[in-house]
């Protein structure tokens, strides 16, 4: 939706509808309990995972610091749907207070939100800045995770003794900067250029990924050759075969964000490039669907991913299994005695009939 501030300046913020008072729908009280359930269920998971991810030492630190980050990044969703809450529920109206906005996008004057003062309305833009943040965030982790892992190939004969902790520091700084930037592009209207970016970075990750597993695997090969051509050290085998498990993990994570973003570009590029204005609200409630909710099946991707996390997260499930399991077993241990000796006189004058015929 576009506001315009002042009658000069045009903002763009990911609100699907505006001044309609939704809270006093019948519907509203479900809605609102699904909506806390499945934050809170994420939440639980984002917890869960975390701890997963820091307990077992599977991956280098700096990538598992990289999964951690993204995951807790979903917080962001969280503060934005708070600070949204007010206008996208109707407690708050804006502009012709008589009139609902449900424009996704506008180049009519009398069409935009009218805002006298940036300011006074800061919740709203704030929480539209970390909707676009997330999103985009998103959008650079295939990159940050093969970055991660070509610096790891260049170190390959010692990047498991050394921390390096700046590497995983300065692609989280690079990442939040792009983030920043590209919400800001979004915000004032240059949809063409972010859409520009968005094509060059799923090229340029797409790219490196591939180039970064390719790599790894050509080295793996002459390693098992043991090749004189090669500097072969156990150092090297066991870092390119860590690079590899690494990359193989990344595909279902970077898979599912894939999905992800792309059916919130298929939301905005319906929207700008044609679709009805009857249509607008529509697509409006899917992205914030998509947006709102993904993040409960990504974090279950992260955790099935690898053996050890899933084992560990399913381990309760098992302990409950196994106690049903052991108290039918128990149960069918613990048999009437009375019934016992019943059944083995049964078998006994069964056998002496047969004897005596």
């Known amino acids: 939706m576009i506001f315009l501030i002042n009658g000069t300046t045009q903002l763009w913020v990911p609100l699907p509808i505006l001044n309609k008072a939704l809270f006093t729908s019948w519907k509203y009280p479900y809605v609102l309990a699904m909506d806390i359930l499945i934050f809170i269920l994420t939440l639980l998971l984002i917890a869960r995972a975390s701890t997963?991810?820091?307990?077992?030492?599977?991956?280098?630190?700096?990538?598992?610091v990289l999964l951690i980050f993204q995951l807790c990044q979903w917080l962001e969703?969280?503060?934005?749907?708070?600070?949204?809450?007010?206008y996208l529920i109707g407690y708050k109206f804006l502009g012709d207070k008589s009139k609902i906005y449900h424009h996704f996008w506008t180049d009519k004057l009398e069409e935009m939100v009218q805002i006298s003062c940036f300011l006074e309305e800061w919740p709203l833009f704030l929480g539209g800045f970390l909707y676009t943040h997330h999103f985009a965030s998103c959008l650079f982790f295939l990159f940050s995770v093969s970055m991660e892992r070509a610096i790891a190939s260049y170190y390959l004969s010692d990047y498991e003794r050394k921390t390096r902790p700046y590497i995983s520091i300065a692609i989280i700084i690079v990442s939040m900067l792009f983030s920043s930037a590209y919400s800001v592009f979004f915000a004032f209207n240059f949809f063409n250029l972010t859409f520009i970016v968005i094509v060059l970075v799923t090229v340029a990750s797409t790219t490196l990924y591939t180039s970064v597993f390719y790599y790894n695997t050509r080295i793996k090969k002459i390693s098992d050759k043991n090749s004189k051509r090669e500097n072969y050290t156990l150092a090297r085998r066991f870092q390119t075969m860590e690079n590899l498990k690494?990359?193989?993990?990344?595909?279902?994570?970077?898979?599912?964000?894939?999905?992800?973003v792309s059916l919130c570009e298929v939301c905005f590029i319906c929207v700008y490039y044609g679709a009805e204005s009857n249509y607008w609200e529509v697509f409006g409630y899917i992205l914030d669907f998509v947006v709102s909710y993904s993040n409960c099946i990504i974090v279950l991707i992260v955790i099935f991913s690898v053996p050890c996390w899933k084992k560990s997260f399913l381990r309760p499930l098992y302990m409950f299994r196994r106690m049903q399991s052991n108290r039918v077993s128990m149960a069918s241990q613990e048999k009437d005695p009375e019934e016992d000796a019943r059944q083995i006189s049964s078998i006994y004058f069964q056998q002496l009939a047969r004897a005596w015929t």
């Open 77 to 86: 969703i969280l503060c934005a749907r708070y600070l949204l809450f007010d």
């Open 52 to 64: 997963l991810i820091a307990k077992y030492r599977c991956f280098h630190i700096n990538l598992r």
């Open 246 to 260: 690494s990359l193989r993990m990344a595909k279902y994570v970077v898979s599912t964000h894939a999905v992800y």
